[in-house]
Structure formats: structure tokens, C-alpha cells
């Protein structure tokens, strides 16, 4: 996560992946609230959505 902070200072975009079976993690929801507190635009990404068998989990993610 330290890498990411320090790139995140640079960069004039931030794309976070998330793991789609795992969801959102702590770490994933403190690194885009300090992507947000730089202002920088954000793209999150899923990963492994593939993977997600349940239809009820994909509608639920697909809330978001």
C-alpha cells in the first residue's frame, strides 16, 4: 500500500482493482478514500468477476 501512496501522488489518474470474490476490503476502502482526499480521478476496476457464480452476488455488486 505504500507504493500505491507514493505513485498516487504523480499520477493524474488512480485505477483500484478490486478482487470481485473477495469485495472490498479495509485496505481497499482506506486507499480510495486517500485517492479521494487528492483529488484524483478514480476508476475501480473488478477482478475475477468470472469467478462469482451467484447471481445474487453479482446483482449486488452491480448495486454498487
Known sequence: MVR??????????A???IDATDGVTSQDQRLA???????CPIV???NKWDL???PEARLQIQAI
Request: proline share 0%.
Open 52 to 54: 462469482l457464480d451467484d
Open 4 to 13: 500505491a501512496l507514493r505513485a498516487l501522488d504523480g499520477s493524474d489518474i
Open 44 to 46: 475501480v476496476m473488478l
Open 33 to 39: 478514500e486517500r485517492i479521494d482526499a487528492a483529488g
Open 15 to 17: 485505477l483500484l482493482l
